[in-house]
């Protein structure tokens, strides 16, 4: 079984770090810590579980992912489109001059 989605990330109006569980509702908790987050995350979500099991509530499978992974998940590198160039690479030794702004308008 796949784990839960954690998201952590920092509450600069609350001065620490929060984690949350998107797929349980109102599951979330804070730390001074990114791992302290995640550590009272981990009280928290086996708390919602235990009364979420008292009450008969259903336990939501583990579904959110953001969506940076669906990229990952569905396309397999043999199957990334590349686009393969016939074309030579530029040789000339041609150097152009640089153009002063008003030189440039002269030639408008």
């Not at 001074?32 to 008969?56: C, F, H, M, N, Y």
């Not at 041609?94 to 008003?102: D, E, F, M, V």
């Amino acid at each position: 079984m796949k784990d839960y989605h954690i998201n952590v990330f920092f509450h600069e109006e609350s001065n620490c770090w929060v984690a949350d569980l998107p797929d349980f509702q109102f599951c979330s908790a804070m730390g001074d810590t990114p791992l302290e987050a995640v550590q009272e995350l981990e009280i928290a979500k086996s708390l919602w579980l235990e009364v979420a099991r008292e009450k008969g509530h259903e336990i939501p499978e583990p579904r959110y992912r953001p969506a940076i992974y669906a990229l990952f998940n569905t396309v397999s590198p043999a199957k990334v489109p590349t686009k393969k160039t016939t074309k030579k690479p530029n040789t000339s030794t041609k150097i152009q001059k640089k153009r002063s702004p008003r030189q440039l308008e002269a030639t408008v």
